[in-house]
């Protein structure tokens, strides 16, 4: 699957920084990089046009907005990527 997180000026001033940083560190990998398991890819994109639910991101082309660390795990969850978040 294909986790994007917005890096646009208004996701940043929104808290976008330590979301990719959370994603980061819970996904082992770094931007355009894939989990070991090849389950996940990590990709940084510019403003997708979703300014009014910042910070925002699309998972497999799903538009996530107003994301935080727990929804953001929970979306993964859902998606079936257990293995690496527990």
Do not use: Y
């Not at 990998?29 to 989990?35: F, R, S």
């Amino acid at each position: 699957m294909k986790l994007a997180l917005c890096r646009g000026e208004v996701c940043t001033r929104h808290g976008a920084a330590a979301l990719a940083a959370f994603a980061q560190g819970l996904l082992g990998v770094g931007w355009n990089e894939t989990t070991a398991d090849g389950a996940v890819t990590l990709e940084p994109t510019d403003c997708i046009g979703l300014c009014n639910g910042a910070p925002c991101g699309a998972l497999d082309g799903l538009s996530l907005v107003w994301l935080t660390s727990g929804k953001l795990q929970d979306r993964l969850i859902a998606k079936g990527k257990k293995a690496v978040l527990f």
